[in-house]
Each structure stands twice: as structure tokens, then as C-alpha cells.
């Protein structure tokens, strides 16, 4: 072998090394949900809204809210996120808790493409958690979490907590 066919061999191998390092990189980044493409279901949910009470900065307190899939069908939650950085939201969903989603524009591609799926008859529990010291404030507040489901009576959703923090 000459030096210029070596030449040749090691850059089609150092494309190939590139092309399919491509393909994983990109096959991995699953694509935003599409709302056509998650079927439809029916839900029930618990409450919409819960008073934390009277909290300190340094304090956390969260709140459940129960989603019970009441249809024959995979119900299925996405878009889950929260209407300020110090107002986070996990979904358990038969024992397993997703990572914790926050304020859309904070969360990476992993958080805002989940999609929760859950079996007919079960339910899911929506917990928002709010820590003021990541935004000391004083005084009531409400924040909000918002996320999408595949019931075309309830295709988007908003729970909202409530709370008075001591400064
Ligand atoms: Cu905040």
C-alpha cells in the first residue's frame, strides 16, 4: 500500500467513525410528542389546586394531585412544566417517579419530550414541589403546573398550588 491509498483508507474510515457517531447522537433525540400520534384516552383528576399553608424560605412542601385513567386506553401525559424556576413536578407512575421537570426553557430534551403513560384503570399522582429559597419571596404566592394529555376533554391541564411564605 502507498502512502496516498493509506491516506484515502484513513479518511473514509475517519467519515465513517463520524457518520456513525452522527447516528447515534441523532437517533437517540427523540423527536417532540405529537398529539396526533398519542391515540386518545379519558381522565380524572383529583383536584386542581392545594394551599401549602404558611411556610419559612429555607422550607419545601409539595402537594399530590391523582390522575386516574377512567377509559379502555393508554392515557398519556406530556409537556409537564411549571410556571417558575422554584416550582418543580414529578409524575409517579406504578412506583416509578420521573426526573423532576421544572420551568420550560430550563429543562433539557430528555425532560421536555417525556411522555408518562398509564394503563387503563391506574393512576398516576402529579407532585409539585415548591422551594422558595430558589426564589426568595415573601408573602402569598400561587404557582402553576401545566402539562398535556391524550383526553380530548382534558387536552391541556393546570394545577395550581397556593402558599404564604414567612420572611
Ligand atoms: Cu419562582
Given at each position: 500500500?502507498?502512502?496516498?491509498?493509506?491516506?484515502?483508507?484513513?479518511?473514509?474510515?475517519?467519515?465513517?467513525?463520524?457518520?456513525?457517531?452522527?447516528?447515534?447522537?441523532?437517533?437517540?433525540?427523540?423527536?417532540?410528542?405529537?398529539?396526533?400520534?398519542?391515540?386518545?384516552?379519558?381522565?380524572?383528576?383529583?383536584?386542581?389546586?392545594?394551599?401549602?399553608?404558611?411556610?419559612?424560605?429555607?422550607?419545601?412542601?409539595?402537594?399530590?394531585?391523582?390522575?386516574?385513567n377512567t377509559g379502555k386506553s393508554v392515557l398519556r401525559l406530556w409537556n409537564v412544566g411549571t410556571s417558575c424556576d422554584c416550582t418543580f413536578a414529578t409524575v409517579k407512575i406504578g412506583g416509578e417517579v420521573s426526573p423532576e421537570f421544572t420551568m420550560k426553557g430550563m429543562m433539557g430534551s430528555s425532560l421536555t419530550n417525556w411522555i408518562g403513560e398509564i394503563p387503563a384503570g391506574q393512576s398516576a399522582v402529579l407532585t409539585v414541589i415548591y422551594r422558595p429559597s430558589v426564589m426568595p419571596v415573601s408573602g402569598p404566592i400561587t404557582r402553576q403546573v401545566t402539562f398535556s394529555t391524550n383526553d380530548p376533554n382534558n387536552p391541556d391541564l393546570e394545577v395550581s398550588i397556593a402558599a404564604n411564605v414567612e420572611s
Open positions: 500500500m502507498n502512502t496516498d491509498t493509506k491516506l484515502v483508507i484513513g479518511a473514509i474510515a475517519a467519515n465513517l467513525i463520524v457518520m456513525s457517531g452522527a447516528i447515534l447522537y441523532f437517533g437517540n433525540q427523540k423527536p417532540a410528542p405529537q398529539r396526533e400520534t398519542l391515540g386518545t384516552a379519558s381522565m380524572r383528576i383529583d383536584r386542581t389546586s392545594a394551599d401549602l399553608g404558611t411556610m419559612k424560605v429555607s422550607d419545601e412542601r409539595h402537594a399530590d394531585f391523582q390522575i386516574t
